[in-house]
């Protein structure tokens, strides 16, 4: 069975440039997340999807990240314009619902660097 | 409000010692408790959970973490290290409410000498 997919695995980009990132879930998994993770720190939840609807959009800075995902199965996260700060690793994972005893399938996350 | 402790950021052992890596949690009621793996490269691997039940819990490649309640540790251990085992080590807890929310500590970067 397929893993979590992401998409690219590397960016750079220029500050001020707009950038995607795509995520395909485990086939069957209801529940996607998008984390970003620092340099040097543990990872941190943007997004919570269940199906297609978002739930917990609570840490995503709403200015200038935006995600989707339609149909409820693949998902984009999007920032524009990008910060330097915004250099990191941003990592996807899914399960199979909402459960609270359910494991999370990691990707192997996208590194962006903005120079 | 939930968080995940772990004070060693950076842990060297020889191949073939025993291996402790130390997870502190904040939490007002039973945790779930789990720890990941991520070598170079790669996405999170489950290594194994707590829930309930049994405070000694079995993951794979050989680790074990121990649920320590009067401690609010959760502390990762391996008796023998293999070379392969270098990697960051994540301890993280599930938010109450959250439905799966997971919040991580900073991480422990394992290095194995030979």
């Known amino acids: 069975e397929a893993g979590v997919v992401q998409s690219p695995r590397y960016k750079i980009i220029e500050k001020k440039q707009p950038v995607a990132f795509w995520c395909n879930p485990i086939?069957?998994?209801?529940?996607l997340y998008w984390y970003l993770q620092n340099l040097g720190q543990g990872p941190e939840l943007l997004i919570r999807?269940?199906?297609?609807?978002?739930?917990?959009d609570s840490q995503l800075p709403k200015d200038r990240f935006s995600a989707e995902r339609l149909k409820g199965v693949d998902s984009t996260l999007k920032i524009q314009p990008a910060e330097l700060g915004d250099s990191a690793v941003y990592l996807c994972?899914?399960?199979?619902?909402?459960?609270?005893?359910?494991?999370?399938?990691f990707g192997p996350g996208t590194r962006l660097t903005v120079l | 409000a939930q968080s995940v402790t772990q004070p060693d950021i950076h842990i060297t052992v020889s191949e073939g010692a025993s291996l402790e890596l130390r997870c502190n949690y904040s939490?007002?009621?039973?945790?779930?408790l789990f720890w990941y793996v991520q070598s170079p490269g790669q996405g999170l691997q489950l290594l194994l959970k707590y829930f309930s039940g049994d405070t000694l819990v079995q993951g794979i490649k050989g680790f074990e973490a121990e649920f320590k309640r009067s401690q609010s540790s959760f502390n990762l251990r391996k008796p023998s290290v293999h070379w392969s085992d270098a990697a960051e080590y994540f301890c993280?807890?599930?938010?109450?409410?959250?439905?799966?929310?997971?919040?991580f500590g900073a991480g422990t970067r394992l290095a194995v000498h030979p």
């Open positions: 994972a899914s399960s199979p619902d909402r459960a609270q005893n359910n494991e999370q399938f």
């Open positions: 993280a807890v599930r938010v109450s409410g959250g439905y799966n929310k997971l919040i």
């Open positions: 086939s069957g998994h209801n529940t």
């Open positions: 999807y269940e199906n297609e609807e978002a739930v917990d």
């Open positions: 939490y007002g009621a039973t945790p779930y």
